[in-house]
């Protein structure tokens, strides 16, 4: 089956799993009343994996350390073949009277002295495994209501394991499709430009990805998704490492700035990345768009990136998860001002405003200052004369190559000759 392609797959995954979650209590719940309706000790849910039973749900108290969620038994060694080959019925009030019964050893072993069984089918149609109740006491009044009764409630199971199954695939398929685009490198690192306000010459690249994928999915898709997998550290790790060769062909004080979920700092996993490069031409952009799990455990991670010479941004400040609270907490290097601020701020004063102000908290705390999203010269002008020092947007350098990152210097270099 192909890869599905729609972009909210990773959004209708988280979805589906938290219906995992409901599931679990609906077949506990089923296999709870049928047991309790019938009568019996035990009932279960069970899938076939290879030539084995495995028990998947069990509501069976007392009996716990006999039958337990996990727990395996051969095939050979139950009913379930025999029932589905039409050798034993579904309904068993009294094991006594079926002769295959008492040539099988668990008959006599637990005693099984009454038994119903329904298989559960896949949605294609295939046995999945099988909705099962039994007693070790004679039920010689069980009928054909209590197999309806129990038919209906493996229904209900069924549906549940096939919504269940339908998740598991869903989110096998996700992993496959994130593993394949790390590990072929489908994507492009793009540079653009953060530059020195006033000489307008760069200071330093802003590496960002554009995966190659058909239909094209925007980088945040690929990072949602990769989340869902539980693969984001690899990705964002995998993007990093790819972004920071850029520091071979630039000049020597010239930066480059990575991006950075605070889930991924926190794993330790940047240090090793890190590692071959000077640090103080590393600039590391914590988003502002995620809930920091832990702090204490993040600022750890940073401190010692920090030590060695890395400095921290705070990523489209104003706009994010935590405002403020998280620019205080982390003490950046650099704050970042996103382009919900910077844009219009030359006719708006409430931009005006905010600007100037986390302009003089930047100041007071030892950061320095980049406005983000300039579209306009009327933008940048403001911005320099409220003293932001370095801007970044489309009216000064798009997201480019490599190549044309280098050939802002070549540019210097011409200018000099001449």
Not at 283 to 300: F, G, K, P
Request: net charge negative.
């Amino acid at each position: 089956m192909p890869p599905p392609q729609s972009m909210d797959d990773a959004r209708l995954l988280a979805a589906a799993q938290k219906l995992d979650l409901i599931a679990d209590d609906t077949i506990d719940a089923s296999l709870r009343f049928v047991r309790e309706h019938l009568g019996m000790e035990v009932a279960y849910l069970s899938e076939f994996v290879d030539d084995n039973l495995v028990f998947r749900a069990v509501d069976a108290p007392g009996f716990e350390e006999v039958v337990a969620v996990g727990n395996k038994m051969p095939l050979d060694a139950v009913y379930c073949r025999h029932i589905l080959e039409g050798r034993l019925p579904e309904l068993i009030p009294d094991t006594s009277i079926e002769p295959l019964c008492q040539t099988i050893d668990i008959t006599h072993a637990v005693p099984i002295k009454s038994h119903v069984s329904i298989p559960i089918r896949r949605s294609d149609g295939t046995t999945y495994g099988m909705f099962c109740c039994l007693s070790r006491s004679t039920r010689a009044d069980l009928n054909l209501r209590d197999l309806e009764v129990m038919r209906a409630f493996a229904t209900i199971s069924a549906e549940q394991v096939n919504s269940r199954l339908s998740t598991h695939s869903a989110s096998m398929m996700l992993r496959t499709r994130t593993v394949e685009m790390i590990e072929s490198k489908a994507f492009d690192i793009v540079y653009q430009p953060i530059m020195d306000a006033r000489s307008r010459r760069p200071k330093g690249f802003e590496s960002l990805c554009r995966f190659r994928s058909d239909p094209y999915r925007t980088p945040d898709v690929w990072i949602d998704e990769a989340r869902q997998a539980g693969l984001q550290k690899e990705m964002e790790v995998c993007l990093i490492a790819q972004a920071l060769e850029a520091l071979n062909h630039l000049p020597d004080d010239i930066y480059i700035s990575v991006n950075s979920s605070p889930d991924t700092v926190a794993s330790g996993a940047l240090a090793d990345v890190f590692m071959p490069w000077p640090a103080e031409r590393i600039v590391l952009e914590v988003t502002e768009h995620s809930m920091v799990a832990d702090y204490d455990v993040l600022l750890a991670e940073l401190d010692k990136l920090r030590f060695r010479g890395v400095r921290l941004a705070i990523d489209d400040a104003g706009a994010g998860y935590a405002g403020l609270q998280h620019i205080v907490r982390l003490h950046p290097d650099i704050i970042k001002l996103d382009i919900s601020l910077t844009a219009q701020i030359d006719t708006s004063v409430v931009r005006r405003s905010l600007g100037a102000a986390l302009v003089s908290f930047a100041r007071e705390i030892g950061a320095c200052i980049v406005a983000e999203g300039i579209e306009t010269g009327e933008e940048l002008d403001t911005l320099t004369g409220l003293g932001v020092p370095l801007a970044q947007g489309y009216f000064l350098g798009r997201p480019s190559s490599l190549k044309d990152a280098v050939a802002w210097f070549a540019k210097d270099g011409d200018q000099a000759t001449a």
